[in-house]
Protein backbone atom coordinates (compact mmCIF):
# COMPACT_ATOMS: atom_id res chain seq x y z
CA UNK A 1 0.00 0.00 0.00
CA UNK A 2 1.07 3.58 -0.41
CA UNK A 3 2.55 4.97 2.48
CA UNK A 4 4.76 8.53 2.70
CA UNK A 5 6.67 8.37 6.13
CA UNK A 6 7.97 11.38 7.19
CA UNK A 7 10.92 12.45 9.67
CA UNK A 8 10.25 13.36 13.24
CA UNK A 9 9.81 16.76 14.81
CA UNK A 10 12.74 19.18 15.06
CA UNK A 11 13.06 22.44 17.77
CA UNK A 12 15.19 24.98 15.76
CA UNK A 13 16.92 28.52 16.38
CA UNK A 14 15.67 31.47 14.63
CA UNK A 15 18.16 31.96 11.43
CA UNK A 16 18.79 28.16 11.29
CA UNK A 17 17.51 25.73 8.33
CA UNK A 18 15.53 22.12 8.94
CA UNK A 19 15.59 19.42 5.94
CA UNK A 20 12.16 17.07 6.49
CA UNK A 21 12.00 14.14 4.83
CA UNK A 22 9.58 12.23 3.54
CA UNK A 23 10.02 8.34 2.27
CA UNK A 24 7.58 6.16 -0.04
CA UNK A 25 6.93 3.34 -0.80
CA UNK A 26 4.02 1.12 -2.02
CA UNK A 27 4.14 2.57 -5.91
CA UNK A 28 7.00 3.61 -8.64
CA UNK A 29 8.11 6.64 -7.54
CA UNK A 30 9.39 8.13 -10.17
CA UNK A 31 5.53 8.06 -11.80
CA UNK A 32 4.38 10.77 -9.56
CA UNK A 33 5.07 14.39 -8.12
CA UNK A 34 4.81 15.40 -4.74
CA UNK A 35 3.99 18.74 -2.80
CA UNK A 36 4.45 20.13 0.76
CA UNK A 37 2.07 22.16 2.46
CA UNK A 38 2.39 23.65 5.73
CA UNK A 39 -0.30 24.60 8.69
CA UNK A 40 0.85 26.76 11.39
CA UNK A 41 -0.71 26.11 14.91
CA UNK A 42 -4.32 26.82 14.61
CA UNK A 43 -4.42 28.13 10.88
CA UNK A 44 -4.92 27.11 7.51
CA UNK A 45 -3.39 24.98 4.56
CA UNK A 46 -0.25 26.73 2.81
CA UNK A 47 0.76 25.76 -0.35
CA UNK A 48 5.09 25.42 -0.21
CA UNK A 49 5.76 23.79 -3.51
CA UNK A 50 6.16 20.99 -5.88
CA UNK A 51 8.92 18.18 -7.02
CA UNK A 52 8.48 15.70 -9.92
CA UNK A 53 9.37 12.29 -8.88
CA UNK A 54 10.57 11.78 -12.29
CA UNK A 55 13.06 14.60 -12.98
CA UNK A 56 13.43 16.68 -9.08
CA UNK A 57 11.93 19.79 -11.17
CA UNK A 58 10.62 21.93 -8.81
CA UNK A 59 8.53 25.31 -8.65
CA UNK A 60 7.66 27.13 -4.67
CA UNK A 61 5.42 29.06 -3.38
CA UNK A 62 5.85 32.94 -3.56
CA UNK A 63 6.02 33.51 0.08
CA UNK A 64 8.92 30.99 0.79
CA UNK A 65 10.68 31.38 -2.56
CA UNK A 66 14.39 31.88 -1.92
CA UNK A 67 14.51 30.28 1.55
CA UNK A 68 13.06 26.26 0.34
CA UNK A 69 14.74 23.78 -1.57
CA UNK A 70 13.00 20.22 -2.82
CA UNK A 71 15.20 17.70 -3.46
CA UNK A 72 14.41 14.03 -4.67
CA UNK A 73 16.69 10.60 -3.97
CA UNK A 74 15.56 7.79 -6.42
CA UNK A 75 17.64 5.91 -4.72
CA UNK A 76 15.74 5.74 -1.56
CA UNK A 77 13.09 7.49 -3.04
CA UNK A 78 12.57 9.80 -0.51
CA UNK A 79 11.84 13.36 -1.35
CA UNK A 80 13.03 16.42 1.01
CA UNK A 81 12.07 19.63 1.70
CA UNK A 82 14.60 22.05 3.41
CA UNK A 83 13.43 25.45 4.81
CA UNK A 84 16.34 28.15 5.55
CA UNK A 85 17.05 31.29 7.62
CA UNK A 86 13.90 30.06 10.14
CA UNK A 87 11.65 32.42 12.26
CA UNK A 88 9.17 31.89 14.93
CA UNK A 89 6.38 32.17 11.63
CA UNK A 90 7.88 29.02 10.43
CA UNK A 91 6.37 27.46 13.60
CA UNK A 92 4.02 24.99 11.63
CA UNK A 93 3.44 21.38 10.80
CA UNK A 94 4.76 20.32 7.61
CA UNK A 95 3.41 17.61 5.56
CA UNK A 96 4.03 15.95 2.27
CA UNK A 97 1.74 14.35 -0.36
CA UNK A 98 2.09 12.67 -3.40
CA UNK A 99 0.52 14.33 -5.99
CA UNK A 100 -1.48 12.64 -9.57
CA UNK A 101 -2.01 13.93 -12.75
CA UNK A 102 -5.47 13.70 -13.59
CA UNK A 103 -7.80 14.90 -16.30
CA UNK A 104 -9.19 17.17 -14.11
CA UNK A 105 -5.78 18.74 -13.04
CA UNK A 106 -3.15 17.49 -10.62
CA UNK A 107 -4.80 16.05 -7.24
CA UNK A 108 -3.14 15.10 -3.90
CA UNK A 109 -4.04 11.68 -3.07
CA UNK A 110 -1.93 10.30 -0.29
CA UNK A 111 -0.63 11.92 2.93
CA UNK A 112 2.54 11.95 5.09
CA UNK A 113 1.89 11.94 9.10
CA UNK A 114 2.88 15.41 8.54
CA UNK A 115 6.43 16.46 10.86
CA UNK A 116 5.97 19.48 13.90
CA UNK A 117 9.11 22.58 13.37
CA UNK A 118 9.03 24.62 16.60
CA UNK A 119 11.17 27.77 15.76
CA UNK A 120 12.29 29.14 19.13
CA UNK A 121 15.64 30.99 21.04
CA UNK B 1 -0.81 34.42 -6.81
CA UNK B 2 -4.35 33.32 -7.36
CA UNK B 3 -6.05 34.27 -4.29
CA UNK B 4 -9.03 31.48 -3.24
CA UNK B 5 -11.76 32.79 -1.00
CA UNK B 6 -14.00 30.60 1.03
CA UNK B 7 -17.45 31.86 2.28
CA UNK B 8 -18.35 31.42 5.63
CA UNK B 9 -15.30 31.53 7.72
CA UNK B 10 -17.30 28.82 10.32
CA UNK B 11 -21.54 27.85 10.15
CA UNK B 12 -23.10 25.37 12.65
CA UNK B 13 -25.74 22.92 11.32
CA UNK B 14 -28.02 20.67 12.68
CA UNK B 15 -28.01 16.75 11.96
CA UNK B 16 -29.16 16.26 8.54
CA UNK B 17 -29.19 19.40 7.52
CA UNK B 18 -27.93 20.59 3.87
CA UNK B 19 -25.18 22.52 4.27
CA UNK B 20 -23.11 25.05 1.39
CA UNK B 21 -19.52 26.11 1.39
CA UNK B 22 -18.92 28.54 -1.46
CA UNK B 23 -15.11 29.10 -2.59
CA UNK B 24 -14.50 32.51 -5.13
CA UNK B 25 -11.03 32.42 -6.97
CA UNK B 26 -9.62 35.78 -8.19
CA UNK B 27 -9.20 34.95 -11.90
CA UNK B 28 -10.56 32.52 -14.20
CA UNK B 29 -9.69 28.99 -12.74
CA UNK B 30 -11.78 26.85 -15.14
CA UNK B 31 -12.12 23.36 -13.33
CA UNK B 32 -8.85 23.29 -11.63
CA UNK B 33 -10.80 23.45 -7.99
CA UNK B 34 -10.17 20.61 -5.18
CA UNK B 35 -11.98 20.51 -2.34
CA UNK B 36 -10.14 18.66 0.95
CA UNK B 37 -11.50 18.53 4.37
CA UNK B 38 -9.91 18.13 7.45
CA UNK B 39 -9.66 16.60 11.16
CA UNK B 40 -8.38 17.77 13.69
CA UNK B 41 -4.69 16.15 14.12
CA UNK B 42 -5.07 14.74 11.00
CA UNK B 43 -3.68 15.20 7.48
CA UNK B 44 -6.66 16.93 5.28
CA UNK B 45 -8.48 14.35 2.92
CA UNK B 46 -9.41 14.86 -0.73
CA UNK B 47 -12.96 14.77 -1.35
CA UNK B 48 -13.69 16.04 -4.99
CA UNK B 49 -11.34 16.77 -7.46
CA UNK B 50 -12.09 19.32 -11.15
CA UNK B 51 -14.71 20.94 -9.12
CA UNK B 52 -16.65 18.28 -9.71
CA UNK B 53 -15.74 14.72 -9.09
CA UNK B 54 -15.93 12.74 -6.47
CA UNK B 55 -12.99 10.53 -5.09
CA UNK B 56 -13.60 7.00 -4.67
CA UNK B 57 -15.00 6.10 -0.86
CA UNK B 58 -16.54 9.61 -0.38
CA UNK B 59 -20.01 9.80 0.91
CA UNK B 60 -22.36 10.66 -2.12
CA UNK B 61 -24.06 13.12 0.23
CA UNK B 62 -20.47 15.42 -0.92
CA UNK B 63 -21.11 17.42 -4.49
CA UNK B 64 -19.18 20.15 -5.98
CA UNK B 65 -20.34 22.37 -8.63
CA UNK B 66 -18.97 25.27 -10.41
CA UNK B 67 -15.72 26.91 -12.86
CA UNK B 68 -14.37 30.14 -13.60
CA UNK B 69 -14.46 31.74 -10.36
CA UNK B 70 -17.23 30.53 -8.45
CA UNK B 71 -17.42 27.24 -6.60
CA UNK B 72 -19.62 25.38 -3.97
CA UNK B 73 -19.03 22.12 -2.16
CA UNK B 74 -22.23 20.97 -0.49
CA UNK B 75 -23.45 18.63 1.48
CA UNK B 76 -26.77 16.85 1.34
CA UNK B 77 -27.54 15.81 4.87
CA UNK B 78 -24.93 16.48 6.89
CA UNK B 79 -23.57 14.01 9.48
CA UNK B 80 -22.28 13.73 13.06
CA UNK B 81 -18.30 12.57 11.03
CA UNK B 82 -18.58 15.76 9.23
CA UNK B 83 -17.40 18.31 11.57
CA UNK B 84 -14.22 19.18 9.98
CA UNK B 85 -12.77 22.22 8.41
CA UNK B 86 -13.03 22.17 4.61
CA UNK B 87 -10.55 23.75 2.25
CA UNK B 88 -10.57 24.56 -1.58
CA UNK B 89 -7.61 24.37 -3.98
CA UNK B 90 -6.58 26.02 -6.82
CA UNK B 91 -4.04 23.92 -9.24
CA UNK B 92 -4.69 26.08 -12.44
CA UNK B 93 -0.76 27.21 -12.49
CA UNK B 94 2.22 26.56 -11.67
CA UNK B 95 1.60 28.17 -7.74
CA UNK B 96 -1.17 26.59 -6.22
CA UNK B 97 -2.78 27.90 -3.29
CA UNK B 98 -5.77 27.57 -0.52
CA UNK B 99 -8.62 28.93 0.71
CA UNK B 100 -8.37 29.84 4.51
CA UNK B 101 -11.00 27.08 5.51
CA UNK B 102 -14.36 26.48 6.36
CA UNK B 103 -15.47 25.18 10.08
CA UNK B 104 -18.31 23.08 10.10
CA UNK B 105 -19.76 22.10 13.55
CA UNK B 106 -23.08 20.36 14.66
CA UNK B 107 -25.51 22.68 16.57
Known amino acids: QVQLVQSGGEVKRPGASVKVSCKAS????????FTWVRQAPGQGLEWLGYISGYNGNARYGHMVQGRVTMTTDTTTDTVYMELRSLTSDDTAVYYCARVVAADGGDEIDYWGQGTLVIVSS | DIQMTQSPTSLSASVGDRVTITCRASQNIRSYLNWFHQKPGKAPKLLIS???TLQSGVPSRFSGTGSGTDFTLTISSLQPEDVATYYC?????????FGQGTKIEIK
Open chain 2, 50 to 52: GAS
Open chain 2, 89 to 97: QQTFNNIWT
Open chain 1, 26 to 33: GYIFSNYA
